[in-house]
């Protein structure tokens, strides 16, 4: 249980909230929200201790651990991967270090004896015996094998850290838990299994999640926070019903006309119909009561704003779109990225491309992009297909003194007003399309490479990871533009909202050939038959 009371936090002039008075109560998730900048990770770190906040007090239940998922993955390097998950419970391992440090004197003291007695007393209370046992599982379900368990964290990949890091914070089942990005770096399967994880949390556990992944915290929360109008409010619910319920107050807002009894009227008809839905989720009962006590006086519109994402096409497509034949791609080391891959895509299919290995999509996209020479194979784009690419590496487009407008005008016909208004379009102020592109930030440069795309009017769109670097806006109005978009579109994504939102067929890239289904995503990777199959295409 984490207690906040007159919480208010300001850097300089900037207040970003204050008079915040909030019990996070035991047996929640809360999903944390607002737009970039709002204070979504100071909060966090005000109530892991890292900032102090301008006034107020922070509290945690009697006796309760707090357990944080920590951003510098340097910080445990000259430690092994055991021992940085186990100093997640840090009064455990002070009884270990006490212990080894005891037991390792060649003559015991009466009173070293009786220390000694004592430590073992509090180190099976605190589950000691099984300790490395639940470390190890915790790794391997998140994709750390065990011949890393004894390296130093010094000799792991970035990605690598991130999983070690997740399983230190989850360790030991803390009271409370604080979870910012958590699932940054890892894969749609061990995403999955975080979600699973979560929606089982003991009833004494309370967490707080950061996320940019829709699904992840539509699935695990059981009410939101959100930052806006410099206040921290909670909402029941998750972030699809702020969402729309926010929404719904919006067009509600725009309508002069709706007498406020109609208003009531359409947002408790809004708030039963989710409520209903909620029945099929993980976090059901606790959703479920809290959706029917809320007042619909707390609904209202946000102050968010969302970019303006709009695809067109400038020809109709044929329908010849692509053909692959016997397609294959090999890195510089020898590993396979993907063999024999044969497909032909058809008018009005929009395609994930998944795979173990990401570098597998990305290959996939340069080669058809005519940026990387295959292995093996050819393929061949019908004569009407116009493409746009958003590559997951734009390092190359930004290395330029150009600022946005004159940057942005290389890549379409059109004035510098056409120009501006795409940038404003993408919510770029009016000052800041001065800058130059090599000083943006990675989210601001997706946007310009977004509002480049929007200028070519093709008629498939070709997009590797689009959502990197996006915050939830951004996400969010992208992600309906594509489902509206008429054209084809072929992408590989992290996002499972986004991914389920927009795939009419999946493929799998493996060494040994292709999947290739036409069904949704969510279909796709809960079929047991097609698991075993998945599996075998990989050994």
């Known amino acids: 249980m984490i207690t906040l009371s007159n919480i208010a936090i300001q850097f300089g002039k900037r207040v970003l909230y204050k ?45 309760e651990r707090l357990s944080v998922l920590e951003q510098d993955h340097f910080k445990y390097d000259s430690f092994n991967v055991m021992d940085t998950v186990l100093m997640g ?25 009786n220390r000694a007695a004592d430590l073992e007393l509090k180190f099976a209370e605190m589950n000691g015996w099984e300790a490395e046992s639940e470390a190890a599982q915790l790794l391997q379900h998140l994709g750390i094998n065990e011949d890393l368990h004894t390296k130093e964290m010094a000799q ?14 989850l360790f030991g089942k803390p009271e409370n838990l604080l979870l910012d990005e958590p699932t940054n770096d890892l894969d749609l399967d061990t995403v999955e299994w975080l979600e699973d994880y979560l929606a089982d949390i003991d009833d004494n556990q309370t967490v707080l999640v950061v996320s940019h992944d829709r699904h992840f915290l539509d699935t695990v929360s059981t ?54 839905n909620v029945a099929k989720s993980k976090q059901t009962t606790s959703r479920k009561k809290m959706l029917e006590r ?28 692509l053909q692959v034949n016997d397609l294959k791609a090999v890195e ?39 940026n ?56 770029f102020r009016q000052e800041e399309v001065e800058k130059q592109v090599k000083i943006l930030s990675g989210g601001e440069k997706m946007r310009c490479m977004i509002a480049r795309m929007q200028l070519q009017n093709a008629n498939c769109l070709i997009l590797d990871t689009p959502t990197n670097h996006l915050d939830l806006e951004s996400i969010q109005a992208f992600n309906n533009n594509l489902i509206s978009f008429k054209g084809n579109i072929l ?49």
């Open 19 to 63: 008079d915040v008075n909030i019990k996070f109560t035991r047996g929640n998730i809360y999903g944390v929200i607002g737009a970039n900048g709002a204070g979504k990770s100071t909060l966090l770190k005000a109530i892991s201790g890292e900032l102090e906040p301008n006034k107020g007090t922070i509290e945690l239940g009697t006796g």
């Open 89 to 113: 419970h840090s009064k455990l391992w002070d009884n270990m270090k006490e212990r080894e440090a005891l037991y390792a004197k060649e003559e015991m003291s009466e009173e070293d004896g």
């Open 156 to 169: 792991l990949s970035n990605n690598e850290k991130v999983r070690v890091m997740l399983a230190k914070a």
């Open 223 to 276: 009410q939101t926070i959100d930052i806006d109008f410099g206040k921290v409010t909670v909402f029941a619910g998750n972030y699809s019903f702020w969402y729309e319920s926010s929404q719904l107050a919006l067009r509600q807002a725009q309508n002069q006309k709706l007498k406020a009894e109609e208003k009531k009227k359409q947002l408790e008809e809004f708030i039963r119909r989710f409520s209903a």
């Open 294 to 321: 809320l007042n619909v006086e707390e609904i209202r519109p946000s102050s968010r704003k969302y970019p303006g994402i709009i695809f067109q096409m400038e020809r109709e497509p044929g329908n010849q779109i």
């Open 332 to 370: 510089p080391d020898g590993t396979v990225l993907f063999d024999h891959v044969d497909l032909n895509i058809e008018k009005g299919q929009k395609v994930v491309f998944i795979s173990h290995n990401p570098k597998a999509m990305t290959a996939f996209f340069e080669i058809i992009n005519g």
């Open 372 to 427: 990387r020479t295959p292995d093996a194979g050819q393929y061949n784009w019908g004569v009407t297909i116009t493409t746009a690419y958003l590559p997951l590496d734009n390092t190359e487009y930004f290395s330029s003194e150009l600022n946005l407008v004159d940057w942005l005008s290389q890549y379409g016909p059109g004035n510098e007003v056409v120009m501006k208004g795409y940038l404003g379009r993408m919510l």
């Open 491 to 539: 992408f590989s994504s992290h996002d499972h909202a986004f991914i389920d939102s927009i795939a009419n067929r999946v493929i799998e890239l493996t060494p040994k050939g292709t999947i290739d289904k036409l069904m949704p995503y969510d279909e796709y990777i809960h079929d047991d038959k097609l698991k075993e199959k998945r599996n075998a295409m990989y050994q």
